[in-house]
């Protein structure tokens, strides 16, 4: 850096290169924040951050704008470098008391944290569950440790729809406070009523993760109220970027609807297995409130900017748009985007599945000013895209 020139702050995006993490970035960017991006690419590719850049510079020589710093690092966050990264982020500075004792502090320019970070596989989840714990949880608290050393306390955390457990089979629209973590007082029909902390049917391991680390950053903004910590519960984000230059390519076995449906589009599988088509719903199959991920990307903006202007403690949001659609339907919409015939291998009830889970939305509305903007069907033709790209890239290197 050169002498006299301001600092550029940045925002620390952790499992930024992951599908949703990815996402967030690209529009970071796009809103002109400088951004860090630790991951250690256990879920994703290098080349991801090739197409960030590639992205980010087509925007700005479209708008005119600079193009901010995107500064990469290949780390697993739980290893020691996390807390040399966070200091070399970090300006000692020394602050004078009012009776004048002298102390030395960091100030980071680290302005927030995006936490994408974990395994989110349900099913690896009940084969590997301490590799979940540590990595989900475990991780999260030292993670918090190092933050809270160099004084970075704006906090957005990824967490799911996944915590709600069995209230999903009330078949309503799934509401925050259904969820608490610390007794919470509200008023229902005129009568004030408290909200107690219960975990309800949590069916996985990967699903206890959320609840915990939930829970944990609860206890540290009641503790220290200096910490402005935002969790934001996904439904079912899909789609991608409309570049089709972005978006889901998991390294292990995909086992959610619309990687599985990416498979069969690309020829990878033959068909896909319907689970279930006895749900109380209005084709038999079950109902998810599919989300586009731009929508979930914009979420965390959002959440950013209400961290940075009124949050302090805690708070969760929904990530949802609040109508549900079926597994039927968003094979259909697919069929639509490519014009291609799904075949279809009807199937028993998935273990732990729930025929409904659809987000209220009217807090992150109300409070966050956030609403989703694509439709399913902007999502299966963003993916859709994504698949016709990825397959002429692999065409190109044979
Ligand atoms: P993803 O696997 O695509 O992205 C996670 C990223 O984190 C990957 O790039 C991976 O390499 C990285 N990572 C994992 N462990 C790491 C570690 N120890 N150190 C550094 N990097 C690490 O997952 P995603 O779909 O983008 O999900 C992001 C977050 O959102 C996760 O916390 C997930 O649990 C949560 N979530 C996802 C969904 C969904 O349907 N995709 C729904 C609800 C919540
Ligand atoms: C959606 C619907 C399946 C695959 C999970 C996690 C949740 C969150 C998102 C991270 C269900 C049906 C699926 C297939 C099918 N992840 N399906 N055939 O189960 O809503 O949520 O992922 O936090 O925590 O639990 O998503 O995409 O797996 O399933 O019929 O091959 O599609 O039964 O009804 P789900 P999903």
């Not at 690209?26 to 991006?37: A, K, P, S, T």
């Not at 935002?230 to 619309?258: I, K, M, Q």
């Not at 209005?282 to 900017?305: K, M, N, P, Q």
């Amino acid at each position: 850096r050169l002498v006299g020139q301001p600092s550029p702050n940045f925002i620390l995006v952790i499992g930024g290169l992951g599908y949703i993490g990815s996402h967030t970035v690209l529009e970071l960017l796009r809103e002109g924040h400088n951004v860090l991006i630790v991951d250690n690419l256990s879920n994703s590719y290098e080349s991801v951050l090739h197409r960030i850049q590639l992205l980010t510079s087509a925007h700005c020589k479209k708008t005119g704008g600079s193009m901010p710093l995107i500064h990469f690092h290949r780390l697993d966050y739980r290893s020691r470098s996390m807390r040399l990264l966070l200091e070399s982020y970090s300006d000692l500075v020394m602050t004078i008391n009012a009776s004048g004792q002298q102390k030395m502090t960091y100030r980071s320019r680290i302005t927030g944290v995006i936490h994408f970070a974990a395994y989110k596989s349900v099913v690896e989840s009940i084969a590997k569950p301490l590799e979940y714990y540590q990595n989900n949880v475990c991780g999260l608290v030292s993670l918090l440790q190092h933050l809270e050393a160099y004084g970075i306390r704006n906090f957005i955390f990824s967490s799911s729809a996944t915590v709600y457990g069995s209230k999903s089979d009330a078949g309503v629209p799934l509401r925050e406070e259904y969820i608490v973590h610390h007794p919470e007082e509200q008023v229902q029909d005129g009568h004030k009523v408290v909200l107690q902390p219960s975990a309800v049917g949590l069916s996985c391991p990967y699903a206890r993760t959320k609840y915990f680390s939930e829970a944990i950053l609860a206890d540290m903004a009641a503790a220290n109220p200096e910490w402005r910590i935002v969790v934001l519960r996904y439904f079912n984000p899909v789609g991608c970027d409309p570049s089709g230059l972005l978006g889901e390519n998991p390294r292990g076995e995909a086992t959610n609807l619309f990687p599985v449906l990416t498979q069969v589009l690309t020829g990878h599988r033959k068909m896909l297995d319907v689970f279930g088509s006895d749900w109380m719903t209005r084709d038999g199959t079950a109902i998810r409130d599919f989300i586009h991920v731009l929508d979930v990307a914009r979420g965390h903006i959002s959440a950013l900017e209400w961290n940075a202007d009124r949050g302090n403690g805690f708070r969760s949001f929904n990530l949802g748009s609040g109508s549900g659609t079926t597994v039927l339907e968003a094979v259909k919409s697919l069929e639509a985007a490519s014009g291609r015939k799904i075949p279809l291998n009807w199937t028993g009830r998935r273990a732990g599945d729930v025929g409904f889970c659809v987000a209220s939305t009217d807090r992150a509305l109300k409070e966050l000013g956030w609403s989703t903007r694509e439709s399913i069907t902007q999502c299966a033709s963003d993916l859709w895209n994504f698949v016709q790209k990825a397959t002429s890239d692999l065409a190109a290197k044979v």
